[in-house]
């Protein structure tokens, strides 16, 4: 018996998924029972990176997820609609679903999840983060025994090639972006992806998983890399750290608030010893930290046809696998299939999120002022007098005739470093504070 396979997009992730089922030799004998039996694209004249016949091709998606011969549809055309109506439709007619979808999983999981469960299908979606990368699993079994504390991860291809390349030729943020559009990294609009908002989804997943509650989008913190100069670089790179976006989910570790999560993504200063500094170009890499496992080290390729494919095509396997020994088949009293609990999503409540304010971190700024007397005196007195103690002020050198103060601080609280940074600005010396950004303490997944 073959499994029908409803393929809704035929681009980067589509193509590299139907090549791999086209291509089944070497593979799992399994996907020789998977046929691709419709796909839904926007243009019927496009060339296409795989080859099938031209009456599988449709440009009525809505055929696809009502087609009653269709097993499992396998989302992958991006974008929110008619993204989330059509696997809504397709869950409908009990169909099971795939998807590559992270900015529609972040925003509608809730919907999705509890229609499916209703329905009694699944839908997995292991290609939404990390691309090739295995986490979404791990997370839901693999790592299931353990109490996660920390989620810690480069998991935006397209801001860690932009870094790189800056840390390793001192270029600027703009000539490296206008680089990797031409190299068809960065998308014509990078926004998603360099004001860290691909990431903020991605980590809103996978906080969800490794905490087992709903993630407010809304609710995650969330900075890009637009500001981040060569100077900024620069100066990271004699302090002993590079600058990476990282994206963070974890306990927030206050005893007045036991079930607070932490969930942002921001740029970082990550010491050179730290593993995620050697995580480059287009590569993820998630940290996870748990207990008793410890520590756990996620590496590899986040995006691209290839590796995004292999992870979609692991998705449509496990349902292959659970259809063919008729696990499927099983009820609850109410005559709803039963589905497997370590495979299907089933949270109710959402996390409370901690307040960026209520962060404890160590801050890296760069003040920009007139070189006069008693100017950095001035700015330690006025950090001191919001309770942010100083690890080390120093100035480097004048730029545009302004010294060039970079302070790093202890680790303080975000709200009072924010007051203290307010009051400085208005100061007459001042022209500017160019760049504040975080840094991390340097133990494994440890952002305190
Ligand atoms: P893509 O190359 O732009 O392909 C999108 C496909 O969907 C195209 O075949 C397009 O048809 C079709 N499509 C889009 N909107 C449609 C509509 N309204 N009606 C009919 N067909 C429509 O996108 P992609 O890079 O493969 O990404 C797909 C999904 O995977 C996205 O959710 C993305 O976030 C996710 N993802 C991508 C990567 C990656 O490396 N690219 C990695 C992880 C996750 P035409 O070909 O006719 O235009
Ligand atoms: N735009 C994403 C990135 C693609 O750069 O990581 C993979 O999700």
Not at 141 to 167: D, E, K
């Amino acid at each position: 018996m073959a499994f029908k396979i409803g393929l809704l997009g035929l681009g980067t992730v589509g193509a590299g998924t139907a090549e791999i089922l086209l291509n089944p030799a070497q593979r799992h004998p399994l996907l020789q029972e998977l046929e691709i039996h419709r796909v839904g694209v926007r243009s019927l004249d496009k060339p296409r990176a795989v080859s099938l016949p031209a009456d599988r091709l449709t440009t009525d998606l809505e055929s696809i997820v009502t087609d009653p011969q269709i097993d499992i549809v396998v989302e992958v055309m991006g974008g929110l609609e008619p993204a989330r109506s059509l696997m809504l439709k397709a869950i409908a007619q009990g169909k099971h679903v795939v998807t590559a979808n992270k900015a529609a999983i972040a925003r509608f999981g809730a919907e999705i999840f509890t229609a499916a469960n209703q329905a009694g299908v699944y839908v997995l979606l292991e290609a939404a983060v990390a691309g090739g990368i295995p986490v979404i699993e791990p997370l839901k079994q693999s790592l299931c025994a353990n109490r996660i504390h920390t989620l810690i991860g480069i998991i935006n291809g397209t801001t860690n090639y932009i870094l790189t390349r800056m840390q390793a030729e001192g270029s600027s943020f703009d000539d490296v972006l206008a680089d990797a559009q031409q190299l068809g990294y960065a998308e014509a609009d990078p926004t998603a992806d360099v004001d860290g908002l691909d990431a903020a989804d991605k980590i809103a997943i996978l906080a969800s998983l490794a905490f087992g509650k709903r993630i407010n989008l809304e609710e995650v913190h969330c900075e890009g890399i637009r500001q981040i100069t060569a100077a900024d670089i620069t100066y990271a790179e004699r302090l002993g750290f590079v600058i990476k976006l990282l994206a963070t989910a974890k306990r927030d570790g206050d005893s007045a608030f036991p079930d607070r999560l932490q969930v942002r993504v921001h740029p970082t200063l990550v010491p050179k010893t730290h593993p995620l500094t050697n995580v480059n170009g287009v590569y993820n890499a998630v940290l996870i930290e748990g207990d008793p496992v410890g520590q756990v080290m996620f590496y590899g390729p986040g995006a691209g046809s290839g590796p995004t494919a292999s992870a979609v095509v692991a998705d449509i396997l496990n349902i292959a696998a659970i259809l063919k020994v008729g696990r499927g088949s099983a009820v609850h009293a109410d005559g709803r299939p039963l589905l497997d609990p370590l495979l299907a999503c089933s949270h109710q409540d959402y996390a409370a999120i901690a307040p960026i304010d209520d962060l404890t971190t160590r801050f890296y700024a760069r003040v920009l002022t007139q070189d006069f007397p008693g100017v950095i005196g001035r700015l330690g007195t006025t950090f001191g007098n919001h309770e942010v103690s100083l690890e080390s002020v120093v100035q480097i050198g004048l730029r545009e005739h302004q010294a060039e103060i970079v302070v790093i601080t202890h680790c303080v609280k975000e709200g009072n470093f924010r007051k203290a940074l307010e009051e400085i600005r208005s100061f007459d010396a001042v022209s500017n504070v160019p760049s504040v950004l975080r840094v991390l303490s340097g133990g494994f997944g440890d952002l305190a």
